[in-house]
C-alpha cells in the first residue's frame, strides 16, 4: 500500500466512524462555531480545558469528508494533551497543510494524512475548520481564566 492510499484510508476511516462526535451542550463545555462558505462546511467544537490541560473535544458539523474527518483526527489528536503542546500541534497542522516541512510532523500522528492538501489549496480551509474551532476555544477558555 503506497502512502497516499494509506492517508485515505485514514481520511474515510474517520470520515465513515467519526470520533468525539456529538455536542454536550452543557458546563463546563465550551462552544465555537466556524463556517467555510466556500466549501460549505459547517463546524462545531467543544472544549473542557482544566489546569492548563485539553480534558475533552468534542465536534459535531455538517460538509465534506476532509473537513468531517479532520474534526474527528483532531479531537483523538488533542484529547490529553496539555494546552502549550495542543497549540503546537494545531500550528504544525497548519504548517504541514500549507505547504512547510515539518521536522516533528510525526507527533502529528494521523493527522500527517491530510499532507496531500497542500496540493489543493482550496481544501485548506476545509482541512483545518475543525482546527480553528479547537483554537479560538483555547483562546475564549484561557481569557476567562
Ligand atoms: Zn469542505
Known amino acids: 500500500m503506497d ?4 492517508y485515505r484510508q485514514v481520511i474515510m476511516d474517520h470520515y465513515k466512524n467519526p470520533k468525539n462526535k456529538g455536542l454536550k451542550n452543557e458546563a463546563p463545555y465550551h462552544l465555537v462555531h466556524l463556517t467555510n462558505p466556500s466549501c460549505g462546511d459547517d463546524m462545531r467544537v467543544e472544549i473542557i480545558v482544566s489546569n ?34 495542543a497549540k503546537a500541534l494545531i500550528h504544525g497542522f497548519y504548517s504541514m497543510v500549507s505547504g512547510e516541512e515539518l521536522p516533528d510532523e510525526d507527533k502529528l500522528e494521523e493527522a ?34
Not at 3 to 6: A, D, I, R, V
Not at 114 to 138: N, S
Request: a neutral charge; aromatic letters at 4%.
Open 52 to 85: 492548563g490541560k485539553v480534558i475533552d473535544v468534542r465536534q459535531e458539523g455538517k460538509g465534506c469528508s476532509i473537513c468531517l474527518s479532520s474534526a474527528s483526527v483532531m479531537s483523538d489528536l488533542l484529547i490529553g494533551k496539555n494546552v502549550d503542546e
Open 112 to 145: 500527517i494524512a491530510y499532507k496531500g492538501v497542500r496540493d489543493f489549496p482550496a481544501r485548506i480551509k476545509c482541512a483545518t475548520l475543525a482546527w480553528k474551532c479547537v483554537e479560538k476555544a483555547i483562546e475564549e477558555v484561557e481569557q476567562h481564566e
Open 3 to 6: 502512502l497516499k492510499t494509506l
